[in-house]
Nanobody, 116 residues
């Protein structure tokens, strides 16, 4: 059974930083595309950052230069370093993985609130 478990959410002031981590079990991240999506209220989930097998990465335009995605192959984790956070970054953030069989998996989500 695949599980993705996020950690690191919370409340932060504008301009602050947070780091999200996602630990995978039952899935090998090095054989998967992994990343982060976010969702505000009832709107759809939007891609924040993605890293694909082979090493490529992509970011939403709104977070380029502020967020950095990284993997730890030994720990089977993916992290998202978020700097210079803005109120519009407030959302529920979800860890995502697509394995080599093209099956999609999601974490439970963790709330990020950027407010003074």
């Amino acid at each position: 059974q695949v599980q993705l478990v996020e950690s690191g959410g919370g409340l932060v002031q504008p301009g602050g930083s947070l780091r999200l981590s996602c630990a995978g079990s039952g899935i090998i991240f090095s054989l998967s595309n992994v990343g982060w999506y976010r969702q505000v209220s009832d709107s759809g989930r939007e891609l924040v950052a993605l890293t694909i097998t082979g090493g490529g990465t992509s970011y939403a335009d709104s977070v380029k230069g502020r967020f950095t995605i990284s993997r730890d192959y030994g720990k089977n984790t993916v992290s998202l370093q978020m700097d210079n956070l803005k109120p519009e970054d407030t959302a529920a953030y979800y860890c995502y993985a697509r394995d080599f069989r093209n099956q999609d998996f999601w974490g439970q989500g963790t709330q990020i609130t950027v407010s003074s």
